[in-house]
């Protein structure tokens, strides 16, 4: 019986590296949890570590016995950030499993595009409280709560400006209708919202629970112009790259509700700052931002009360995600059957 070498330095719970373990007799797990936080702490930006590692206690260990860890590894369960240069000492690694959705998470170090098959958890876990923060953001906007924080801060109420507007029967244009997106169609559909959405690859017939139309992304103008709410929920490459432009902006209704919960880089700052200073938008809910993982937001938007930005948190909730660490699990079993895994990022496409 050969044995598999899963190296664990994502920091799961004991009983979910339990769950792991159970899973069959060939699998040897190694316990690396929190063992490379102080490597990662001198490798990436300041700002990622105090947002993502803050003053968490770690085992102490030397370069040399992390790489002694990592040569050992077949398989390693991650999670960001992770060691830059992970894929060079680790000569007999065949699979990499990312516990975050986003795949532009791996940009930054050797993994990416290399010959190591790498998973996420895309399209598992958190859809539903993500999906939950859009409608929040929608809901806050749509009733101007955004103009209380001003009138408490003036401890004056200015009632002809909250100007509110019913959710039920306005149109919501889902960009991404992947697990996020889906979710966040689902449960505007709940609130009476027809739901309109764009998917990378779109076939004759195609309609997703709580969509009442789907299109490609060459048809997004056209949905823009008939919503008045939109979700950005797509994964970042190098096609949505700015994919939320000058153009796109012209595109919109006056008065619509722009929510992103996917990447900053999707949106063009500057044209997005445009828009609100031409009155174009009547809110902003920003879960990400241009840079977020190195530097504060842009002082225009953090200044703006029309602009609601939150730290990366939309997936947060106080339920436990335990099917992520399920994804990983079933794509272990399919792992030593010899099977097909599962959210294999695609290196061309981008995820």
């Known amino acids: 019986m050969q044995t598999v070498n899963v190296l664990v330095i994502q920091p799961i719970v004991d009983e979910e590296l339990a769950q792991i373990a159970r899973l069959d007799a060939r699998l040897r797990i190694i316990d690396a949890r929190g063992w490379f936080d102080d490597e990662i702490r001198q490798t990436w930006p300041q700002w990622t570590v105090e947002r993502y590692l803050g003053k ?123 697990g996020i997106g889906q979710a966040v169609g689902s449960l505007c559909a709940g609130a009476g919202m027809r739901v309109v959405g764009t998917r990378r690859h779109v076939s004759a017939g195609d309609l997703l629970s709580g969509f009442s139309r789907l299109e490609s992304p060459a048809h997004l103008h056209t949905l823009l112009g008939e919503s008045d709410f939109v979700a950005v929920c797509c994964q970042w490459t190098p096609e949505t790259t700015g994919l939320i432009g000058r153009e796109a902006f012209a595109a919109m209704r006056s008065g619509t509700v722009l929510v992103n919960v996917a990447r900053g880089e999707i949106i063009d700052e500057e044209a997005l700052i445009a828009a609100l200073a031409a009155g174009k938008l009547r809110g902003v809910g920003l879960d990400v ?52 895994l599962a959210n294999v990022i695609d290196w061309a496409r981008g995820y």
């Open 56 to 178: 968490r206690p770690c085992p102490t260990s030397t370069r040399a016995e992390r790489d002694r860890l990592l040569a050992q590894a077949e398989v390693i369960l991650g999670g960001w950030p992770f060691p830059l240069d992970l894929r060079a000492r680790a000569p007999r690694l065949r699979w990499f499993h990312q516990r975050p959705a986003g795949a532009s998470n791996l940009l930054r170090g050797d993994l990416w595009g290399s010959d190591v098959c790498v998973t996420t958890s895309r399209g598992h876990g958190n859809t539903r409280p993500m999906a939950e923060y859009v409608l929040a953001c929608f809901l806050h906007f749509a009733r101007g709560l955004h103009r209380a924080h001003r009138d408490r801060q003036r401890q004056h109420f200015e009632h002809g400006t909250y100007r509110p507007i019913q959710v039920e029967g306005k149109t919501v244009c889902v960009i991404g209708a992947g």
């Open 289 to 340: 931002y241009l840079g977020e993982f190195e530097h504060a937001p842009d002082r225009r938007l953090w200044q703006d009360e029309r602009v609601l930005i939150t730290p990366h948190v939309s997936g947060g909730t106080d339920v436990a995600q335990h099917r992520v660490v399920e994804v990983f699990a079933d794509n272990l079993r399919a792992y030593l059957d010899g099977r097909p």
